[in-house]
């Protein structure tokens, strides 16, 4: 979709049309729904954050420029609310689902399962980490913000995001590469 | 031989450094086993997060979000009855000033003059005040302010306006709310 398209769609929906938000809701929910998966583990859940991430985008709709661009600003308000989430929650050991869904589908069914078995390891090491640090994975490695914009999302200092990025990496390489596919 | 940073290392793959320290680690890199083994390390925490990026999901939020935006809002439970709570507050103010004001007022009555003693109290609390940071005496200052001596009329009028601006105030903060897909 161009931006124009998609201005037009924002500034429809801002006027409270339905229809022009339920296809920008069409256009981003995949990566929504990816975000909140990664963050949460488990797809129901993953979906529920999804919903919710649109009723407060909704919400929110009134403050956004619409000439910026519409799923990066989504895809932060996600990350931004199931971390608010997680910060509530009392310190858990996370469960996960299995992860087909991130198997290629053009891969043979062999390549298939060994990238769905690679892809449940990372999430559980992902889900391993503290949420903050989650956070900042998810905002640097998925949404490619820079450490600026990430401090700035998170309402974080940026030696803080450094240090939570930096910890989780270390965290990150050390699980993985006891995983025995390496 | 002085090993690079973890920092280092993580903002040279973030390709985060400035040209000549990006220079001088490369250089390192080329140079140090050890180094290149924890950049291997890292890297392949990159390329492990990679595998979960977003995919195509079989899943359409759109209806169910939709169906949540066009369902009148819901306040939370302690804000609505707070807001209850100002409402009858302001209506009871009214009522009580109302029949004053209008019966007492018609004849004598202006709103520039009920709002006048207002006024000049503030101007001579100001000049008060003023005279109390000049002579830096607390007990002069609280001796030259003047006393509340406003009419009975004026101080109902003042309750009808602040009554009047709670309601206000609680449209406002409801209309927000209020604003719902069509």
Known sequence: MDDTAERSLV??????DASAFGELIRLTQAAVYHVCLRMMGERREAEDMAQETFVRVYERLHTFDPQRPF?????????????????RRAPAAESFDDAFDWAEESA????QIEQAEQARRVRAALLRLAPRQRAVVELRHFQELSYEEIAQALNLPISDVKSDLFRARRLLAEMLKDDPSN | MTHLTEETLNLFLDQALAEPEALAAQAHLAACPACSARLADLSLVFSRLETLGDSQIDLDLGPAVLQRLKKPARLPRTVGWLTVFQ???ALVALAFAWPVLHL??????SWSAAVQPLLALLA???????AGLQ???PAGLFAALPELGLPLAGL???AAVFALLALVANALFLYPRSRRLR
């Open chain 2, 135 to 137: 002579t830096a005496d």
């Open chain 1, 11 to 16: 500034t429809r929906a801002q006027g409270g």
């Open chain 1, 71 to 87: 799923l990066p600003w989504v895809r932060r308000v996600a990350a931004n609310y199931c971390l608010n989430q997680l910060a």
């Open chain 2, 124 to 130: 001579a609390w100001q000049t008060a005040l003023q």
């Open chain 1, 108 to 111: 043979g069914p062999l390549a």
């Open chain 2, 156 to 158: 109902l009028a003042a």
């Open chain 2, 87 to 89: 409402i009858l507050a």
């Open chain 2, 104 to 109: 007492e007022l018609p004849a004598s009555f």
